[in-house]
Nanobody, 130 residues
């Protein structure tokens, strides 16, 4: 069973940057796909970005396209989320998540569905001040 531990959250001013990390144990690169989600107070958890393990295809929410970049270091079993040009509306608890995946087309259509992921980290808080 994969275990995930996020780090890198913090408080920044609007326009600033943060890089989140998600360390995975017992990481099976070829079959686990990874995603970043966030949840602001009083809101539903939403998909931010995801990566398909087999070919590295990446997916982003419209709200973060051009500002956030998801990547993974397979040797280090670590997933990253580089967040630039942060906005106050990016304030949330950020979670990394993993799911088994075998089909790119299925993943492409469901990457942002939290219910499809069966392994979650504990979350790391990001606060962006105006």
């Amino acid at each position: 069973q994969v275990q995930l531990v996020e780090s890198g959250g913090g408080s920044v001013q609007a326009g600033g940057s943060l890089r989140l990390s998600c360390a995975a144990s017992a990481y099976t690169y070829s079959r686990y796909c990874m995603g970043w989600f966030r949840q602001a107070p009083g809101k539903e958890r939403e998909g931010v970005a995801a990566i398909y393990s087999d070919d590295g295809s990446t997916y982003y929410a419209d709200s973060v396209k051009g500002r956030f970049t998801i990547s993974q270091d397979n040797a280090a079993n670590t997933l990253y989320l580089q967040m630039n040009s942060l906005k106050p509306e990016d304030t949330a608890m950020y979670y990394c998540a993993a799911r088994l995946c075998f089909n790119l087309y299925v993943f492409a259509g469901t990457w942002s569905s939290a219910g499809r992921y069966n392994v979650w980290g504990q979350g790391t808080r990001v606060t962006v001040a105006k």
